[in-house]
């Protein structure tokens, strides 16, 4: 199933985004055959047991089960507005793994965060009692906000993970986000880094370390600018654009 679900969003990326993952035909995509075959397997998972996913595969297996889920009801993502419409399309039950209901929330905060509380948020999105929380993966990796695909045009691209490769494929991931969102201003002494890294700064070790996981992803030249300043670089955070990421 696992690999099934891979091929099917890979199919999707291929046919209906830019060769960047960072821009989609929405409207192509809801009548097209992709988008039958990727509501088909997500429609089975209700009868699979993630639990037979090996434990080196379960990020990877989310992740793909998360953006999935996003790209399948894209069409609904696309006729919200507002910010308090657009966090109810996360936090809506609307899938189901071996028959348990998931929100996009649960999968993303619950499972792949280890059921930390969401950004704004004081609870965590599921009990301590659970049973969902049986699917969660061992091994926390805080590079995985840079493979979940919300549709937005500040979000990550869309990418699919492989469990043998997840290192490697997260690595990229992160790599390709950073480039295209974070920069060094002020002759070292300002790092511009995505708003995501703020909700978040807590998974990344604090500002600290937000500036090493940003500075490590640059070019040579940004990072010879930034050393400068020997970690007293400020850092500022850009808005996040919540617009659909719509050819």
Known sequence: MELLLAQTLDAVRSAHFDAAGTVCDYAALAASREHGRLAACLSELDSFDPKRVRFGAQTAFWLNVFNAGVLRDAAELALL???????????????????????????????????????????????????????????????????????????????????GKLDVELEQASAGYIERTARVEREGALVVAPKLLHWYVKDFGGEKGVLAFVLGRLDDASVDLADRYRGREKLKYVDFDWRLNRR
Not at 95 to 106: E, T
Not at 112 to 127: E, F, V
């Open 81 to 163: 507005s507002s910010e308090r419409e657009r966090e109810a399309f996360f936090e809506r039950p609307r899938l189901k793994v071996s028959g348990h209901p998931f929100s996009l929330d649960d999968i993303y905060h619950g499972l792949l965060r280890g059921n930390l509380p969401k950004h704004g948020h004081l609870r965590s999105p599921m009990s301590r009692t659970d049973p969902r929380l049986a699917y969660m993966p061992i091994a926390f990796d805080e590079r995985m906000h840079l493979a979940l695909h919300t549709a937005a045009r500040s979000s990550p691209a869309l990418r699919t993970f492989e469990g």
